[in-house]
């Protein structure tokens, strides 16, 4: 390697569809992290100064100030964090077994603000830096057929919007993503909602807030917000038979 990155750009998910994207696209002259779990594919990203491959485990909440120091003690000061890892889990299994809402809520809800803590405490003291949360659109109103996924993303976007309340004037910049359906490993075999989405569409939209900048949250497409806001008024009697 010859010279120094622009930026060290970190994926927490290293192996996710939409975490590889976005790393593709802002490789180009930067330090790339991709923190997964061990063993497994080494997935390539065209473009960078550098990849850098961290083994990461996201469930492992007391680890995660570690893994972090270890990123920066090698890569230097993160500068974008990507966090891109999840479950769906299995909703079905959920209703009757409360092992399985654990393992959805710990992954989707506790482990992220975890991660996010850790990460927002050091760029604070920097006084610089981007967080990138994922949040989706069933977290916006929660629907019976995944109302266990979607109460675990409906508790972080909640945490997420007042982590970048409090963070506002800091230096560090939270970005809120809120896809709808897309299409990809996590859903396969799933019929696709209305106004899905590819991570290659879901990548682009996030790249384009972090280099230009913009309001706290990205709705993916942008038309979800809408119809979300009026998801909220509709009555509760039609909202229960609402299909995924």
């Known amino acids: 390697m010859t010279g120094s990155p622009t930026s060290v750009v970190a994926i927490f998910g290293g192996r996710?569809?939409?975490?590889?994207?976005?790393?593709?696209?802002?490789?180009?002259g930067n330090l790339v992290v991709l923190a997964s779990r061990p063993g497994g594919e080494r997935p390539e990203v065209a473009d960078a100064e550098r990849v850098l491959h961290v083994d990461f485990d996201a469930?492992?909440?007391?680890?995660?100030?570690?893994?972090?120091?270890?990123?920066e003690a090698e890569a230097g000061p993160i500068d974008i964090a990507v966090l891109t890892f999840g479950v769906l889990g299995n909703q079905k299994l959920a209703e009757t077994d409360a092992?399985?809402?654990?393992?959805?809520?710990?992954?989707?809800?506790?482990?992220?603000?975890?991660?996010?803590?850790?990460?927002?405490?050091?760029?604070?003291?920097?006084?610089?830096?981007?967080?990138?949360?994922?949040?989706?659109v069933a977290g916006q109103r929660v629907r019976r057929?995944?109302?266990?996924?979607?109460?675990?993303?409906?508790?972080?976007?909640?945490?997420?919007?007042?982590?970048?309340?409090?963070?506002?004037?800091?230096?560090?910049?939270?970005?809120?993503?809120?896809?709808?359906?897309?299409?990809?490993?996590m859903t396969e075999g799933m019929s696709p909602a209305p106004?899905?989405?590819?991570?290659?569409?879901?990548?682009?939209?996030?790249?384009?807030?972090?280099?230009?900048?913009g309001p706290v949250e990205v709705w993916i497409p942008w038309q979800l917000r809408v119809l979300c806001f009026v998801a909220r008024f509709a009555p509760l009697a039609i909202w229960r038979r609402m299909p995924r």
Do not use: C, W
Not at 16 to 25: D, P
Not at 158 to 178: E, N, Q, Y
């Open 16 to 28: 996710s569809e939409i975490g590889l994207e976005i790393a593709n696209r802002l490789a180009a």
């Open 99 to 136: 092992a399985e809402v654990v393992r959805i809520v710990h992954t989707d809800f506790t482990a992220q603000a975890s991660l996010l803590t850790v990460l927002a405490d050091r760029m604070r003291s920097r006084a610089s830096g981007t967080l990138v949360a994922f949040s989706s």
């Open 195 to 213: 106004f899905s989405s590819t991570p290659d569409q879901v990548a682009e939209a996030v790249v384009k807030r972090i280099r230009e900048g």
């Open 59 to 71: 469930d492992d909440v007391a680890g995660h100030a570690a893994v972090v120091e270890r990123i």
């Open 145 to 185: 057929p995944n109302y266990v996924y979607g109460s675990a993303k409906a508790g972080l976007d909640g945490f997420a919007s007042g982590m970048a309340d409090a963070l506002h004037g800091s230096g560090v910049d939270l970005v809120i993503a809120r896809p709808g359906f897309v299409i990809g490993r």
